[in-house]
C-alpha cells in the first residue's frame, strides 16, 4: 500500500510559480513511478508529468512542456511538480498517482492523493 498527500496548491496570478509536492508513507516509495494529473470542472483528467522511480525518466504533457519540471527526493519519500509561467488554463484540481511503472493513463493507477487545488487569475 502506498498512501499519498499533495500540498503546495493556491492561488496565484497569471505569470507566477508555484511547487506542488506529493508526499508519500512507506518504506517503498522508491520503487514508484510517479505522475501528476489535473482535473478541471467538467473535464476529463489530464496526464502533466510523469517521473520514473530512479528519477532518470520524465515526461510532459504537451500543454506544460517547458513551463513545468518533475522531480524527486526518494531520501524524503517526495515528489515535487515545479509550475511556471502559470496560465489560467492551468486552473485544476492537480492530483499525484503512484504506480509501479510510468503510464500516462489516468486508470491504470491505483494510488491517488486526495488532490491540490491550484487557481491562475488573469
Known amino acids: 500500500q502506498v498512501q499519498l498527500v499533495e500540498s503546495g496548491g493556491g492561488l496565484v496570478q497569471a505569470g507566477g510559480s508555484l511547487r506542488l509536492s506529493c508526499a508519500a508513507s512507506?518504506?517503498?516509495?522508491?520503487?514508484?513511478?510517479v505522475t501528476w494529473f489535473r482535473q478541471a470542472p467538467g473535464k476529463e483528467r489530464e496526464f502533466v508529468a510523469a517521473?520514473?522511480?530512479?528519477?532518470?525518466?520524465?515526461r510532459y504533457g504537451d500543454s506544460v512542456k517547458g513551463r513545468f519540471t518533475i522531480s524527486r527526493d526518494n531520501t524524503k519519500n517526495t515528489v515535487y511538480l515545479q509550475m511556471n509561467s502559470l496560465k489560467p488554463e492551468d486552473t485544476a484540481v492537480y492530483y499525484c498517482?503512484?504506480?509501479?511503472?510510468?503510464?500516462?493513463?489516468?486508470?491504470?493507477?491505483?494510488?491517488w492523493g486526495q488532490g491540490t487545488q491550484v487557481t491562475v487569475s488573469s
Open positions: 517521473i520514473s522511480w530512479s528519477g532518470g525518466d520524465t
Open positions: 512507506g518504506r517503498t516509495f522508491s520503487s514508484y513511478a
Open positions: 498517482a503512484a504506480n509501479s511503472y510510468t503510464s500516462t493513463i489516468p486508470k491504470t493507477y491505483d494510488y
